[in-house]
């Protein structure tokens, strides 16, 4: 779900490109059904889901609209783009608007999933340059994964090859959970894989909120979390 491009699907041998683009309208997933907590949903500004063999690059492109889900299951929630893997990348992009995950505290969230002001989820050597997050960041969940994260710029890294750089947050970055452990950072949340940072910039205020104690908490002005020996 997006305001520009929902979902690329996998199998194309042709890159595919995004430019210019812009989303002033609110993007909202609102269930009240009871999903699997194996269910998946991309929510973003510009690129909801892409899984494109050739990759996906955003240009240029400008999210005004408030972007929210509320549904518990997975969720990756963007300001830019929810997912994108293989050698994607988004460079140049600017998210003004709140980034928020807030489904019922009573539900518990399974796998992973995370909020951003650019990029959620990076399952690729994608590259994310010269963006600008102006948006809070807000994720508030009863979770029941350790992979949970909220970034300024992105949410998880779980691909070796990442580069990201010269990217600019200012917005506030706030994570709030009841159950075990997970990550918030000004860039990033949680990098799994080999990532490189270089000439990033964190402006905005970053906080853990834990209403009891049942795992680790991370939090940092750049990386929350350096996982699995990467």
């Known amino acids: 779900l997006s305001g520009i491009v929902g979902f690329v699907r996998d199998g194309s041998k042709y890159p595919h ?12 997933y609102s269930n009240s059904l009871s999903a699997k907590i194996d269910y998946q949903i991309f929510t973003a500004g ?18 005004n609209g408030a972007v929210n889900s509320n549904l518990p299951a997975v969720n990756s929630v963007a300001g830019i783009a929810g997912y994108l893997n293989k050698t994607s990348s988004v460079i140049g992009c600017t998210n003004n608007a709140a980034i928020t995950l807030d489904p019922p505290t009573s539900i518990q969230l399974g796998w992973q999933g ?18 600008l997050n102006k948006g809070d960041i807000v ?12 970034g300024g710029i992105v949410a998880l890294v779980d691909s070796d090859g990442t580069v990201l750089s010269n990217n600019e947050n200012r917005g506030n970055v706030s994570f709030t959970t009841t159950n075990k452990q997970a990550a918030v950072g000004g860039i990033l949340g949680i990098t799994k894989s080999t990532t490189t940072l270089e000439h990033n910039a964190n402006y905005g205020d970053v906080a853990f909120i834990k209403p009891g104690e049942t795992g680790d908490s991370f939090a940092a002005g750049l990386i929350g979390k350096i996982d699995c020996g990467s």
């Open 17 to 28: 490109e995004i430019n210019s683009c812009v989303n002033n309208g609110r993007i909202t």
């Open 46 to 63: 510009i690129l909801g889901f892409s899984k494109n063999s050739a990759g996906v690059a955003v240009n240029g492109c400008t999210n």
């Open 114 to 131: 995370g909020v951003s002001g650019i990029s959620a989820y990076l399952s690729g050597a994608c590259t994310i340059k010269d963006n």
């Open 139 to 150: 994720m508030n969940i009863n979770s029941s994964s350790p992979s949970h994260s909220a």
